[in-house]
């Protein structure tokens, strides 16, 4: 199979290549200590034939699995490309992975062999014996670990530069077809095992080509993204984006708020992604004079909390788009001024989407013309929704139910037909009877200058009925400030300003806020340190 279907991956980027070989489609931008790295579709290309020659010496053949440990590098995008032209799969894992779950993820998906960033060797190290499919390690050097021969010390390792095997970039290479998988996207595993998303070159190159005219994006724009390329929206929303549309992106290796508005203004960005806790964290930031003075015009957001949304605009003189989608499937949009301030907007014109309670039936209006339930997608043809984990089929046949994508979300939607996110199937804070909306909550928190971060969630209550919770602040005080922190002072802040019910029960102070590679936090990791360490949590005194 010809390795140049434009709906292919190697297809998109061999056709660059030809039209505009020297333009530079990605920056991974040095952080301040080192030289930014860059790629024009040229290079690119010319990287990924000699990548794939060297994993096709390693015995990767079509369809076998190549995992990566790492966060964003330009090496991760070329061995992205050289799995295409192999007909081979990438695995992407979050390089912060770590024991069983590691273990887990790359078992699996069987894969055959690991290109590991040398800062995350020693835990895949320590893991090694009990991996039952991986052949081979390839080490990728950086600044961040002592020189090397450290990955001499792994099991059969080699530097991931002896991988490029110089030669005629007309190769022949097997290339793939557009219903081959391009990558198994894992999910967070928030909830249970991660599962492994079977992506297409075919849905993730047709999806990237629906994205400007859904999001506004033009030629005149550069992307920006801290996000890991470990998952779906920095993959799709960002790089992919920059890789079919020529517009250019700038990567940084991980999110970074304390430098996100200085990285745009020297690199010219015009938009960014954020995603759920990040809004928080980047509000919580303390008001400098120069924050509407940046070259953003327009910040593309899942989890904008409606209780800052305006003052976030204003501050940062800025325009917010939300939307609302997965890595499975299924995409809403409120574009810029269209929808109201909180709505996750309405599906994409390609879907149309169902309101079912817990029995799948159909939820009628409420005398408010409200509808709530789990929010359910379909193409607008009918055609039934399939989900594919790899080597999961029951997982599949569930989350595809019926032909319907279940996204295992429970939305609001008005008599306008405009959606809102409410939470997700089986969590949500119930406290006397009524629906706590945490971003109000971390607002008032957030806004107080020893702060640094903050999340609110809910623990089953000690003291109300079945099905109430008692509110729970994660709140990480700044560095400077966590000698002297006051929480008594955050009660008094939420109590003033709150109404009685939105006044968290506990404050749980933290260095960080555990999150997954989406900067989503993840509740059960602090769940579980509220229970080892109860010094750490701390009540009001009345």
Not at 205 to 225: K, M, N
Not at 374 to 389: C, H, M, N, R, S
Request: with cysteine; charged share 25%.
């Amino acid at each position: 199979m010809a390795h140049d279907d434009a709906l292919t991956l190697a297809g998109v980027i061999e056709r660059q290549a030809s039209e505009r070989p020297d333009w530079v489609v990605l920056t991974v931008e040095g952080g301040g200590t080192r030289p930014d790295d860059t790629r024009t579709y040229a290079e690119l290309w010319r990287r990924a034939h000699w990548l794939a020659t060297g994993l096709r010496q390693q015995g990767i053949q079509r369809g076998q699995r190549v995992g990566s440990l790492m966060a964003n590098h330009a090496e991760f995008v070329d061995l992205m490309v050289a799995c295409s032209l192999l007909g081979a799969v990438l695995v992407p894992i979050d390089p912060r992975t770590r024991g069983d779950k590691l273990v887990y993820m790359l078992d699996a998906v069987e894969c055959q062999g690991l290109v590991v960033a040398d800062y995350a060797l020693g835990e895949l190290e320590r893991a090694r014996d009990r991996l039952r499919t991986v052949k081979w390690l390839a080490v990728l050097a950086t600044d961040e670990s002592p020189a090397l021969p450290a990955h001499r010390s792994a099991h059969g390792a080699i530097a991931m530069a002896d991988l490029l095997v110089q030669g005629p970039v007309g190769a022949s290479l097997p290339g793939c077809a557009p219903d081959d998988p391009l990558e198994l996207l894992y999910t967070s595993g928030t909830t249970g095992d991660p599962k492994a998303i079977v992506m297409t070159h075919r849905r993730y190159v047709t999806t990237v080509q629906s994205l400007p005219a859904l999001f506004g994006f033009t030629a005149e724009d550069r992307l920006y993204s801290g996000l890991s390329l470990t998952h779906a929206n920095a993959q799709l929303i960002t790089l992919g984006v920059a890789l079919v549309h020529a517009i250019p992106c700038v990567l940084s290796r991980r999110f970074t708020k304390s430098r996100l508005w200085s990285l745009t203004r020297h690199y010219g960005c015009t938009s960014f992604t954020l995603l759920g806790g990040m809004t928080t964290a980047i509000y919580a930031e303390p008001p400098r004079p120069d924050d509407a003075d940046n070259p953003v015009r327009l910040i593309i957001s899942a989890g904008m909390p409606a209780a800052i949304w305006r003052d976030f605009e204003r501050r940062f003189r800025v325009d917010l788009l939300e939307f609302y989608g997965s890595a499975e499937g299924g995409l809403t949009v409120n574009p810029i001024g269209a929808g109201p301030v909180g709505s996750i907007g309405k599906p994409v014109p390609s879907l149309t989407y169902r309101i079912v309670d817990d029995q799948g039936i159909d939820v009628e209006p409420d005398a408010h013309g409200d509808r709530i339930g789990e929010l359910l997608f379909q193409p607008i043809d009918g055609t039934p929704f399939k989900v594919a984990y790899h080597g999961n089929e029951e997982a599949s046949r569930k989350k595809g139910e019926g032909g319907w994508l279940h996204m295992g979300d429970v939305v609001r939607a008005d008599r306008d037909g405009w959606l809102y996110f409410m939470f997700r199937k089986g969590g949500g804070i119930r406290r006397n009877g009524d629906f706590i909306d945490p971003a109000f909550i971390e607002k008032v928190i957030a806004e107080d200058p020893a702060v640094d971060d903050v999340y609110v969630y809910g623990v089953a209550s000690a003291k109300g009925g079945v099905g109430e919770k008692d509110v729970i602040a994660a709140v990480v005080p700044k560095p400077d400030s966590r000698h002297d922190f006051d929480i008594q002072r955050l009660f008094y802040q939420c109590r003033k300003r709150l109404e009685p019910n939105f006044v968290p029960s506990f404050i749980q102070v933290l260095e960080a806020i555990p999150k997954t590679a989406s900067e989503k936090p993840l509740e059960r990791l602090m769940i579980e340190y509220l229970k080892r360490n109860p010094d750490s949590v701390h009540c009001e005194i009345k």
